[in-house]
């Protein structure tokens, strides 16, 4: 029998939960692991490690084994860090093919305190970073545990922005492989809210610009010089409203975009304002792209360059709609109905959507009017079409409907629509509590509407119920709905008293 004298062998156990698991070797190998001394050859530590091995590597328990001789000894300190480190991680998520990834690509955790790397990852926690997308933010950037930026810009989303950025947005934001921009962001975020965007919107902004081009393209001077140059139309008002301009290149894209704008109202800077304001989206649109729908609108319809700007003024989307398959065939029917140019700008002046409505929502539209009696290729027609842009098809069926319900008949719509255009755009609930109230509440007959149809124009409760109410105390119930209620309030009035008198 061969007496061994047996090396010091230590290992340990750890399994993804941070539990230690104990091992059980098979009797041999336990004896093999006893402590003790191997004899000055080598060749039976070489047969005893496969031995080892095949018992305990264990991959799916994240076993970490570390055996050595009395030649090597233990060092408990370090062993005890890395087991720790090891942990750590797996509290997280990773297993431990996937730690050694992370250490791999920033070998500086290793060389960090614990209690550093621990904090580095509560401080993530703190901005709501949690679950996977704690792991995967640390799996893409692991140089953020042992990054100094990190812990000013945590302290800047918590204390100063009290928190207000989506978790998303925060992943979005850490997600870079230079950490030492992120110290210019908050001077970036600074410069915004000394400017006038309030903290609550900040989230909103941030989100809707391409945040690796505000970091590494944009600095904090480009950023300011971009603020002046749009603060005589509207500045931070535009931004907030049209966060990604913040991408934009000022000297190649936005100068020349204003400028365009600008030289099309005739250099008034207010009104220029006033198309960025209504639709800041307008300086994405090239100088060659707006160019190309002005002369268009020139050539095509006959229009000046101030009663161009007129309708972009009124209307900034023309500069967004397609050419050939809504401008030209809109125009052409206008053609078709029988307007000129001054006519044309006219009525584009009242009604621009029409020039921007789908295909779908004018053909229903159309549908609608020549059912209840308009005629093909007329001004009527065109002139009934505009006042129908700012309703949905839906409210517009639903219009005519109720007017059907309280017996009136197409040609009564027909005539109340040809003197006041706008009773097929009203809102239909609006519109039913004020024929009910006419109806049950004032004891007028539905055909009175024939006469006066801007009656359904009024708003109920501050005009309509006030005036009748009114009216009532001084026995003039059956005034006409006209004279009750076009008159001024101040004649009202006087005349509502003069009726109360001569009745006492």
């Known amino acids: 029998m061969v007496i061994l004298s047996l090396v010091s062998c230590s290992f340990s156990v750890f399994s993804p939960p941070t539990t230690n698991l104990r091992?059980?070797?098979?009797?041999?190998?336990?004896?093999?692991?006893?402590?003790?001394?191997?004899?000055?050859?080598?060749?039976?530590?070489s047969e005893l490690r496969?031995?080892?091995?095949?018992?305990?590597?264990?991959?799916?328990?994240?076993?970490?084994?570390?055996?050595?001789?009395?030649?090597?000894?233990?060092?408990?300190?370090?062993?005890?860090?890395?087991?720790?480190?090891?942990?750590?991680?797996?509290?997280?998520?990773?297993?431990?093919?996937?730690t050694e990834m992370v250490l791999e690509k920033n070998p500086d955790i290793k060389s960090e305190s614990l209690d550093k790397i621990g904090a580095r990852v509560a401080s993530l926690q703190s901005l709501k970073i949690n679950g996977f997308a704690l792991q995967g933010l640390i799996a893409k950037c692991p140089n953020l545990l042992t990054s100094v930026e990190l812990d000013p810009v945590v302290n800047f989303l918590v204390d100063e922005l009290e928190g207000r950025l989506e978790p998303e947005l925060v992943e979005r934001l850490l997600a870079v492989v230079d950490t030492s921009i992120l110290l210019s962001f908050i001077q970036k975020v600074r410069l915004l809210i000394l400017h006038g965007i309030p903290k609550e919107k900040i989230s909103h902004v941030l989100s809707k610009v391409y945040l690796n081009k505000l970091l590494y393209q944009k600095s904090v001077e480009d950023i300011e010089r971009l603020i002046s140059f749009l603060e005589p139309f509207g500045g931070i008002g535009i931004i907030a409203r049209r966060p990604v301009i913040l991408n934009s290149d000022l000297d190649s894209q936005l100068i020349p975009r204003v400028d365009f704008i600008r030289d099309l109202s005739g250099e008034d800077d207010f009104a220029t304002g006033?198309?960025?304001?209504?639709?800041?989206?307008?300086?994405?649109?090239?100088?060659?792209?707006?160019?190309?729908?002005?002369?268009?609108?020139?050539?095509?319809a006959g229009l000046t360059?101030?009663?161009?700007?007129?309708?972009?003024?009124?209307?900034?989307?023309?500069?967004?709609?397609?050419?050939?398959?809504?401008?030209?065939?809109?125009?052409?029917?206008?053609?078709e109905c029988g307007f000129d140019s001054p006519g044309m700008f006219k009525f584009l002046s009242k009604a621009p959507l029409y020039l921007a409505l789908s295909e779908d929502n004018l053909s229903h539209k159309l549908g609608f009017l020549v059912k209840i009696g308009y005629k093909h290729r007329t001004k009527e027609l065109a002139f009934a079409m505009g006042a129908v842009t700012r309703t949905s098809s839906d409210n517009m069926q639903r219009v005519i409907g109720l007017y059907l319900s309280y017996g009136l008949s197409f040609e009564d719509i027909l005539a109340m629509s040809t003197k006041h255009p706008q009773v097929l755009q009203y809102n239909y609930s609006s519109l039913e509590e004020k024929l009910e109230y006419l109806i049950e509440y004032m004891g007028r007959e539905v055909e009175e509407l024939l006469a006066f149809p801007a009656f359904l124009g009024y708003k109920l409760d501050s005009r309509i119920k006030h005036r009748y109410e009114e009216k009532l105390k001084s026995r003039g119930e059956n005034m006409s709905l006209n004279k009750l209620l076009t008159v001024s309030a101040e004649r009202f009035s006087k005349a509502a008293k003069d009726i109360e008198m001569i009745c006492l």
Do not use: W
């Open 23 to 45: 091992l059980h070797l098979p009797p041999v190998t336990a004896a093999l692991c006893s402590h003790g001394a191997f004899p000055a050859s080598s060749s039976f530590r």
């Open 274 to 300: 006033t198309v960025l304001r209504r639709l800041p989206a307008i300086l994405s649109y090239s100088v060659e792209h707006m160019n190309s729908h002005v002369e268009f609108l020139k050539s095509f």
């Open 50 to 98: 496969p031995l080892l091995f095949r018992y305990l590597d264990r991959r799916e328990t994240a076993l970490v084994f570390r055996c050595s001789c009395l030649s090597s000894p233990v060092n408990a300190g370090s062993q005890t860090v890395a087991e720790s480190l090891f942990s750590l991680f797996q509290d997280i998520g990773f297993r431990e093919e996937e």
């Open 305 to 335: 360059t101030e009663q161009v700007f007129k309708i972009v003024h009124v209307f900034p989307n023309v500069i967004s709609t397609s050419k050939e398959r809504k401008l030209r065939p809109r125009i052409e029917f206008l053609k």
